[in-house]
């Protein structure tokens, strides 16, 4: 079974700083999967990767497989981003039993 | 679409009840999660479905049952709650199998055992 580290585990930064969030997996993979989870709501994917790099608007994921290591970008952080970031990770074939996850960082962005 | 739906979003049981958790979806996926999650740690998968009539163990199962009697519908029972069931109660879905596909949740549902 894999093993889903991430870094931090909080983190407080100020309004238009650059956040780095980290995830390392101990064995291969077939995807891995970034959340997004707000304060009492539910969860939303932010970026499916299986290789290179994905941005959307202000948040970029990057994957290193040979690493097994990704990291997921935050520029001009904005208080809005005050989250629960879920690293998620699929064991290749598929995995039919769905994916397997870190336990979160809580990212605060102040005003 | 709804997406994926929960019911109920809250509720309170006391040690010995029992109770059913349902999750809906509207997307016609095959493939149904229950998941719970608790303070300090990772989403973890109690149960799962990869289509109508079928349902499998994920890593913590002791205590609930499931069915997916309707390929929409994926329900979670509790027979006899406990307080260490008190949690967080994620549902999700898929299309099918693959590594690239996206998997998506419901709201949650928030559940104390007294």
């Known amino acids: 079974k894999n093993e889903v580290e991430q870094s931090p585990q909080n983190l407080t930064a100020q309004e238009g700083e650059f956040i780095t969030i980290n995830c390392s997996y101990s064995?291969?993979?077939?995807?891995l999967h970034w959340l997004q989870q707000h304060p009492g709501g539910g969860i939303v994917s932010l970026f499916m990767?299986?290789?290179g790099k994905k941005k959307h608007g202000r948040l970029i994921a990057t994957i290193n497989i040979q690493e097994k290591h990704s990291s997921l970008h935050i520029t001009a952080s904005h208080p809005r981003d005050s989250a629960v970031y879920i690293c998620?990770?699929?064991?290749?074939?598929?995995?039919?039993?769905?994916?397997?996850f870190g336990k979160g960082t809580h990212l605060i962005i102040q005003p | 679409n709804a997406g994926v739906t929960q019911t109920p979003k809250f509720r309170v049981l006391k040690t010995g009840q029992s109770m059913t958790l349902l999750c809906a979806q509207d997307m016609n996926h095959e493939y149904m999660y229950w998941y719970r999650q608790d303070p300090g740690m990772g989403l973890r998968l109690i149960h799962y479905?990869?289509?109508?009539?079928?349902?499998a163990k994920g890593e913590v199962p002791d205590g609930y049952n499931v069915s997916r009697l309707k390929k929409q519908n994926f329900l979670l029972g509790l027979e006899s709650a406990a307080p260490s069931q008190t949690s967080v109660y994620f549902c999700?879905?898929?299309?099918?199998?693959?590594?690239?596909?996206?998997?998506?949740f419901g709201p949650g549902t928030r559940l104390l055992v007294l």
């Open positions: 998620a990770v699929r064991d290749p074939g598929g995995g039919a039993d769905g994916l397997t």
């Open positions: 990767l299986s290789s």
């Open positions: 479905s990869v289509g109508e009539g079928t349902t």
């Open positions: 999700a879905s898929r299309r099918f199998s693959g590594p690239q596909e996206t998997q998506y």
């Open positions: 064995v291969g993979i077939s995807a």
